[in-house]
């Protein structure tokens, strides 16, 4: 393998411990209990299929791309096959930022491509005219209506997951070369990421925070049934309860991950 694994002080490893230490590597890579068991399982899949069908072959992109074809030929779902490949393009990625393994090798390993799944995407998105619509229910005549026309705009032209939103802070809307960005969001993995959002977006977010008797902190807040402000903040499960609200105004089956769905 091209992946030069050591031990202590440069001392000779098997080839079990150095499989362990690559496969804890990616592991430790992950903070989600759910990848971290979903990355260990495949690679463990893939190194026992390493060493039975492809053994002395380097870690390279010929690797995956066998590998990649032996699951085709076992007749596995594109989606198995992509769950199957995913662990293959983390151990490049953490391997090469460790420096075990050439960067080039890894970059080649990870631009394998997975298999096209035909059919129709689970899930549900809105057309441009839900979305439209959506969006003109909330009474922004209202604290509630204002907080809520924020709260399904930044859902929608952010693409945010509702754990994301709930964590939003005011500090977090930036202005980043000439556009409205949410600045270095804590998504899966507390993976880092900047978000440009559009005009629409940014300008229900003022109202809202222009109404509220604060400035910085968490974005939303709570409103009480008579329509008063109670506190900063909002759950994510109160978030879901508030677009499944305008839900069923529309007469639609809708959740929050939908709303990230029509963003992609």
């Not at 050591?6 to 903070?31: C, F």
């Not at 960067?103 to 839900?130: D, H, I, M, P, S």
């Amino acid at each position: 393998s091209e992946i030069a694994v050591v031990g202590p002080e440069g001392g000779e490893l098997s080839d079990l411990e150095k499989r362990e230490r690559l496969i804890q590597l990616v592991v430790d890579s992950v903070a989600s209990e759910h990848s971290k068991r979903a990355y260990r399982t495949g690679l463990e899949q893939f190194f026992a299929w390493w060493q039975q069908d492809a053994a002395g072959l380097p870690f390279s992109r010929a690797l995956a791309q066998r590998y990649r074809s032996y699951l085709g030929e076992h007749t596995k779902s594109a989606s198995t096959i992509n769950q199957r490949l995913a662990p293959l393009r983390k151990l490049a990625e953490e391997a090469a930022a460790a420096a075990l393994l050439p960067a080039a090798v890894a970059g080649a390993v990870r631009q394998v491509k997975g298999a096209k799944q035909l059919g129709v995407r689970t899930g549900n998105w809105l057309t441009r005219e839900q979305a439209e619509r959506l969006l003109t229910l909330p009474d922004r005549q209202t604290l509630k209506g204002k907080r809520d026309q924020a709260l399904l705009s930044l859902l929608l032209g952010a693409g945010l997951r509702r754990e994301e939103l709930a964590q939003l802070r005011i500090e977090d809307l930036q202005l980043r070369d000439g556009r409205w960005c949410l600045v270095d969001l804590a998504g899966k993995g507390n993976r880092l990421r900047t978000v440009a959002i559009p005009d629409w977006a940014k300008q229900a977010a003022d109202e809202w925070i222009a109404a509220m008797p604060f400035s910085t902190g968490l974005l939303l807040g709570k409103i009480n049934k008579g329509g008063r402000f109670v506190g900063q903040g909002m759950s994510a499960a109160s978030i879901y309860g508030v677009v499944s609200e305008y839900a069923e105004k529309l007469a639609l089956a809708l959740k929050p991950h939908d709303l990230r769905r029509t963003y992609g």
